[in-house]
């Protein structure tokens, strides 16, 4: 069965500080990935997709990257955290068939 | 205008109440998305359909492509159902999803 693992749950980071969260996906190939943020009082805003390694799509300018190191790890990076980057961040893929299925979310928090 | 919007914003039930939440859309889709979203954070697809109407349990969702529009039904609410409901729509290509706002549903005992 295909499952997806996004870590940490929660994260407090200062302004200025880099951040990483990580998000693999288990028993399937190829799938398409995304990462999504939910700022406070908002609904959920699509940030970067893949369709395949290293094949990066931004939707919104901004002060994240994403990368695709292998086929089913999607990783969402920062070299310095703003506050405006504080919200909630999900990883989801879909594959064939257009399903979806999100990760558990992060929770950050910059100070 | 946003592309997908839901009606209504929030939604107070008692338990064993029929409830309907709404969701209209603009743009052509491939296919619309019933998500629900727990106090927690965590997101769990619903239904995703394309057209006509899917079942599961006490849920039900129906989608009129011509007019727009899907509706989510829950029968005999239970205060477990209390969550946001969010609509979704995929517009095709890379599936990536353009979200409403949700619905934040409470269901008293």
């Known amino acids: 069965s295909q499952t997806i693992h996004q870590w940490p749950a929660t994260l407090v980071q200062p302004v200025g500080s880099p951040l990483s969260l990580e998000c693999t996906v288990e028993g399937t190939s190829n799938p398409n990935l995304y990462w999504y943020r939910q700022a406070a009082g908002r609904g959920l805003q699509l940030l970067f997709y893949s369709v395949g390694i290293g094949q990066i799509s931004s939707e919104v300018p901004q002060n994240l990257s994403a990368s695709r190191p292998q086929d089913r790890q999607f990783i969402l990076s920062s070299k310095k955290l703003l506050l405006s980057d504080s919200g909630f961040y999900l990883c989801?893929?879909?594959?064939?068939?257009?399903?979806?299925?999100f990760g558990s979310g992060t929770r950050l928090t910059v100070v | 205008k946003n592309e997908v919007e839901q009606s209504p914003q929030n939604l107070t039930a008692q338990e064993g109440e029929f409830i309907t939440i709404n969701c209209s859309y603009s743009v052509g889709i491939s296919a619309l998305h019933w998500l629900q979203q727990h106090p927690g954070g965590g997101i769990v697809s619903l239904f995703m359909?394309?057209?006509g109407k899917k079942k599961h349990g006490r849920l039900i969702a129906t989608i009129n492509i011509q007019e727009k529009h899907s509706s989510l039904h829950i029968t005999a609410s239970h205060p477990r159902d209390s969550a946001v409901y969010i609509c979704?729509?995929?517009?095709?290509?890379?599936?990536?999803?353009?979200f409403g706002k949700g619905m934040k549903l409470t269901v008293n005992p």
């Open positions: 979704a729509v995929s517009t095709g290509g890379s599936e990536k999803l353009v």
């Open positions: 989801a893929w879909s594959g064939t068939g257009g399903g979806y299925t």
């Open positions: 359909l394309s057209s």
